[in-house]
């Protein structure tokens, strides 16, 4: 099982950016697919998460703003952020599991990429 993140980078303040995991290994469409982030000094926190039904939750701070969308053709799940914050600054993480949000949210995925960095500037 393989998940790659891509689309990390350095960008100021209000920007945008998109990360996305692409995967192997796995039947992508059954599977419940995550984001999660860490900031150096910081525990691992979920950011948003999307099941195989469609189903959505993302943690309160990046409501509005961050969107996650799979597409099941192409194995790969997409983070869209906007208005980003220096707070959005972190390691971002890719996940997936045969799991529900709750436990999504509760100890993340059973396969996770090796994250990519996203560094916003004010």
């Known amino acids: 099982v393989q998940l790659v993140e891509s689309g990390g980078g350095l960008v100021q303040s209000g920007a945008s950016l998109r990360l996305s995991c692409a995967t192997s290994?796995?039947?992508?469409?059954?599977?419940?697919m995550g984001w999660y982030r860490q900031a150096p000094e910081n525990e691992r926190e979920l950011v948003a998460t999307m099941t195989s039904g469609g189903s959505t939750y993302y943690t309160d701070s990046v409501k509005g703003r961050f969107t996650i969308s799979r597409d099941n053709a192409k194995n790969t799940v997409t983070l869209q952020m906007s208005s980003l914050k220096p707070e959005d600054t972190a390691v971002y993480y890719c996940?997936?599991?045969?799991?529900?949000?709750?436990?999504?949210?509760?100890?993340?995925?059973?396969?996770w990429g090796q994250g990519t960095q996203v560094t916003v500037s004010s």
């Open positions: 290994g796995i039947i992508f469409r059954l599977y419940t």
């Open positions: 996940t997936s599991g045969l799991i529900t949000i709750a436990t999504m949210r509760e100890r993340g995925g059973d396969y």
